[in-house]
């Protein structure tokens, strides 16, 4: 339509000029024929004016002959009394009172014929008909103008009501995203601007706009609402249609799984999640609709993954499934540590009791008569009850350590705070014939740390180096800095760990079978106090061991640390 519409404006306008352009050629053309044909009578008729030779002929005679020697030309001549304002006046053309053309010359005279000759031709009727196809040309002209004006102006109003009626579209497909467009107006007014027999349609059009625009409105904030209710779960989520497409996966889960949300939505549950264990529960309750809870490891390093899966209503005939899913890699380790805190410390408990109970009824069955064993059985007690109460106060210890509660930092002398730890180990080094060395005498050190707890951490460390270390053997403090940190280096040149052992030996009760068989006094906190203790300050530990030739112990702390929890 619209090039049909094209075809006819541009096929009349460039008729018209044609015709327009062909019919002035012809005009021009005939008007110069006229003129030449009324230059050629105004030559004759100077020439049949001429008075030479006719002196004495009468005025009217020369008229005649005038009137005679154009009228081959048919050219009419008279003789007005006015003379021509210049000589040789060009050719007028002019209408005459029937509606023909007029071409008329005047040309002044000299006596005694008159003041003035004028010729007059008068067009012919194919003549005239010429001149009326030049007018109507110019007709057709200015009409196919018009239209094509009109035209233009009319296509021009339906080019505006269908790029508004576009804009229209561009903004209800908007306010189907995320957001409206800002200042949207549902319909725009220039749609009925100018054809009031619309206004009914535009009232409709008011009316289902601002529904559609409150309905929308109200979806909006609800997905808002629903996405930040999702994003903020610590739980992740994925709702997956019948046809194995995921539909909407929040950030936890894609957290989980080690993937972004765009990489899960809208995508397969195959090409998705690389995890064969996860894929196949979730078809089995797309299969079978029955909701499944199930666990597996996934990720480096290995998170343990509670999954649980239900039946999604959707609408159509496949109903899908909704999957949540949240790390209980904490929950399981803690619950791990609880039995086997649970385990060792019932194990530690029973010995010491067992020995007390075994003694005293020994006693009591008798043996109270017997001076020297009584005295041998209540040195046993004691040891045995000494032994509960370092367990029980190593419990303690550990306790505060974990919750931090019971240090204060300030700004210390290190060399001064560990001074009475060194003086220790040396008294017990020397009943055991240990050699000691350390560098505290030679120590300018300042830190902020807590003082109790880096006592507790280097005398623990020291008693550890001291106990599994034999006469002759050396055990060494030597404390320093680098890269803005503190070191605290306890070495000795004792019996050593095994290597399997070295990543357990911070696990609260854990003892090696041999250190149970030599040192069964030993509670096996010491170490797992070190630790956290260590962890609380702000630092690391470290250790390395050999079989037979020793192990050293590296405390790292920083030297002014942003404590977690700081109570006077």
């Known amino acids: 339509m619209r090039t049909f519409f094209y075809a006819t404006v541009g096929a009349l306008a460039i008729s018209?000029?044609?015709?327009?352009?062909?019919?002035?050629?012809?005009m021009q053309r005939w008007e110069a024929q006229q003129r030449a044909i009324l230059a050629q009578a105004a030559v004759q008729a100077l020439l049949a004016a001429s008075p030479a030779g006719d002196e004495g002929v009468a005025p009217t005679v020369y008229r005649d002959r005038i009137a005679d020697a154009v009228l081959a030309y048919g050219v009419v001549a008279d003789f007005p009394d006015a003379r021509p304002a210049t000589a040789g006046d060009e050719i007028q053309t002019e209408p005459a009172?029937?509606?023909?053309?007029?071409?008329?010359l005047t040309l002044p005279l000299s006596a005694p014929i008159g003041t003035s000759l004028r010729l007059t031709r008068r067009a012919s009727p194919w003549e005239d008909l010429l001149s009326w196809w030049l007018t109507w040309a110019w007709l057709n002209a200015i009409a196919g103008l018009t239209i094509a004006l009109t035209a233009w102006r009319l296509r021009r109003r339906r080019w505006a009501r269908a790029g508004a009626l576009q804009q229209w579209v561009d903004q209800l497909n908007a306010l189907s995203a995320d957001a409206p467009p800002a200042g949207s107006t549902l319909p725009p007014e220039i749609l009925f601007t100018t054809d009031p027999q619309l206004g009914e349609l535009r009232d409709v059009l008011e009316h289902v706009s601002e529904l559609l625009t409150r309905h929308l409105s109200a979806l909006l904030l609800e997905r808002s609402r629903s996405r930040l209710v999702l994003g903020n779960l610590h739980e992740g989520v994925l709702a997956i249609d019948g046809g194995e497409n995921i539909l909407l996966a929040n950030e936890s889960a894609a957290r989980l799984l080690d993937q972004s949300v765009q990489q899960l939505e809208s995508k397969p549950l195959v090409q998705a999640i690389r995890i064969p264990y996860l894929v196949s529960q979730i078809q089995q309750v797309l299969s079978d609709q029955q909701p499944i809870q199930a666990e597996f490891q996934h990720g480096t390093p290995?998170?343990?993954?509670?999954?649980?899966?239900?039946?999604?209503?959707?609408?159509?005939d496949r109903p899908g499934a909704l999957v949540s899913m949240r790390d209980v890699s904490r929950i399981r380790h803690l619950e791990h540590v609880r039995r086997d805190f649970i385990a060792n410390a019932s194990h530690e408990l029973k010995t010491p009791i067992a020995a007390i109970r075994a003694y005293a009824e020994t006693l009591h069955m008798g043996a109270v008569e017997d001076k020297e064993a009584t005295e041998q059985f209540l040195a046993h007690i004691i040891g045995q009850a000494d032994r509960l109460n370092a367990l029980v106060q190593g419990m303690l210890q550990l306790a505060r350590a974990e919750s931090g509660r019971s240090m204060s930092f300030q700004s210390i002398d290190v060399s001064k705070t560990l001074a009475a730890c060194a003086t220790a180990a040396r008294?017990?080094?020397?009943?055991?014939?240990?050699?000691?060395?350390?560098n505290l005498a030679e120590l300018q050190i300042q830190c902020v740390s807590a003082p109790e707890a880096l006592q507790t951490i280097v005398n623990n460390l020291l008693s550890n180096a001291v106990r599994y270390t034999s006469a002759g053997g050396c055990v060494r403090l030597q404390v320093g800095t680098e890269n803005g940190e503190l070191h605290i280096v306890v070495a000795d040149t004792g019996q050593g760990i095994p290597a399997e052992e070295i990543d357990r030996i911070f696990e609260r009760f854990y003892r090696a079978a041999r250190d149970r068989a030599e040192n069964p006094s030993g509670t096996g906190l010491g170490l797992a106090i070190v630790k956290h203790l260590t962890q609380e300050l702000g630092g690391r530990i470290l250790a390395t061991s050999r079989v037979g030739h020793g192990s050293s112990f590296t405390v790292v702390l920083p030297l002014a640390p942003v404590p977690s929890t700081e109570l006077a």
């Open 16 to 26: 018209i000029a044609i015709g327009w352009w062909g019919a002035r050629l012809v």
């Open 97 to 104: 009172a029937s509606g023909s053309r007029l071409f008329r």
């Open 302 to 316: 290995s998170r343990k993954l509670q999954v649980s899966i239900h039946p999604l209503p959707l609408s159509g």
């Open 427 to 438: 008294a017990l080094c020397e009943s055991k014939g240990v050699a000691w060395q350390d």
